[in-house]
């Protein structure tokens, strides 16, 4: 069984910074693209960043400039630094894991994490 634990979250003035954290726990061999979502009310889930094992990114236009997402494979944990924060970022961000390989071969797709709030207001 795989858990993606989401942290990071909270209230945070308009211009302000939120890094966000996800780790992979459980018998994971190697993790495939990680990604954050993120869903504000009454609207539908959207991609925000994504990275492959590699490090190659894609960003939503909404958030170049802004958020930069990476990862560390060692810890199996992938990061969303969130700069210049607008309200409009508001939601509630997911964590996402396309693919991944556990100890024991077997492979799991598509894992979400439970989610992690985010709101900016001043």
């Known amino acids: 069984q795989v858990h993606l634990v989401e942290s990071g979250g909270g209230l945070v003035q308009p211009g302000g910074s939120l890094r966000l954290s996800c780790a992979a726990s459980g018998r994971v061999f190697s993790i495939n693209d990680m990604g954050w979502y993120r869903q504000a009310p009454g609207k539908q889930r959207e991609l925000v960043a994504a990275i492959t094992r590699l490090g190659t990114t894609n960003y939503a236009d909404s958030v170049k400039g802004r958020f930069t997402i990476s990862r560390d494979n060692a810890k199996n944990t992938v990061y969303l630094q969130m700069n210049s924060l607008k309200p409009e970022d508001t939601a509630v961000y997911y964590c996402?894991?396309?693919?991944?390989?556990?100890?024991?071969?077997?492979?799991?797709?598509?894992?979400w994490g439970q989610g992690t709030q985010v709101t900016v207001s001043s």
């Open positions: 996402n894991v396309d693919s991944l390989v556990l100890t024991t071969g077997l492979r799991s797709y598509n894992v």
